[in-house]
């Protein structure tokens, strides 16, 4: 069966501090992995996927099969960045994703 | 481009009673999941339709039922409602042309409270 561990529940940081937010997932497939977030009052929204290998809002994530996990990780972070964050697996056949617990990032001024 | 829309967006019932979850998708998009999300199980998958199909199923009990329209709008239903099903359901819509391609677009919620 898939799981997706986020062992963070909360991660405080200051402004302009670097941030991490662990993932890690078992899964005996090839994995699909994703990053969604959700800022107060907002939707919960896409941030970034592996397969695209992008950097969204200074954010990106290594895929590492090797240890089974995918972590987000920002150098510098911002006040706008304090949100609730969920890291995602994807199965095929059904648009079915599996999330992690979420980690709530707090960015202290 | 209007997003998702899920209606209501709370709602209270009592114990034993149904309630009935509607979804209207982003125009184009067939797809439409549902999840509920809780404090303590976070977000959990409920199932996902395409094209009127129920292509998936998570792990809930029977009484957590859904079907799809042919204009991709949704609707879930659940049965004789427990206290345990107090959550926030959400539905999320996504377009597959080509593939999926990990992007789910969600609504803001029904928020169940069950006393």
């Known amino acids: 069966a898939q799981r997706v561990t986020q062992p963070e529940k909360l991660l405080s940081v200051f402004k302009g501090a670097p941030v991490e937010l662990k993932c890690n997932y078992s899964?005996?497939?090839?994995?699909?992995l994703f990053w969604y977030v959700q800022y107060s009052r907002q939707r919960l929204q896409l941030l970034l996927r592996?397969?695209s290998r992008e950097s969204i809002k200074g954010f990106t994530a290594d895929l590492n099969k090797g240890e089974t996990s995918f972590h987000l990780k920002k150098p510098f972070a911002q006040e706008e960045d304090s949100a609730m964050y969920y890291c995602?697996?994807?199965?095929?056949?059904?648009?079915?994703?599996?999330f992690g617990g979420g980690t709530r990032v707090l960015v202290k001024p | 481009k209007a997003g998702v829309t899920q209606t209501p967006r709370y709602l209270i019932k009592t114990r034993g009673q149904q309630v009935t979850l509607s979804c209207s998708p982003i125009?184009?998009?067939?797809?439409v999941s549902w999840y509920q999300q809780t404090p303590g199980q976070g977000l959990q998958f409920l199932f996902e339709?395409?094209?009127?199909?129920?292509?998936n199923k998570g792990n809930f009990p029977g009484r957590f039922s859904g079907r799809q329209f042919s204009n991709s709008r949704s609707e879930m239903n659940v049965s004789t409602l427990e206290l345990g099903d107090s959550a926030l359901y959400l539905c999320?819509?996504?377009?597959?042309?080509?593939?999926?391609?990990?992007?789910?677009?969600f609504g803001e919620g029904s928020r169940l409270t069950v006393l």
């Open positions: 999320a819509s996504s377009l597959e042309r080509g593939g999926f391609t990990g992007e789910l677009f």
């Open positions: 899964y005996s497939g090839s994995p699909e």
């Open positions: 592996h397969i």
């Open positions: 995602a697996l994807y199965k095929a056949a059904g648009n079915k994703l599996t």
């Open positions: 125009s184009g998009h067939r797809s």
């Open positions: 339709y395409f094209s009127e199909t129920q292509r």
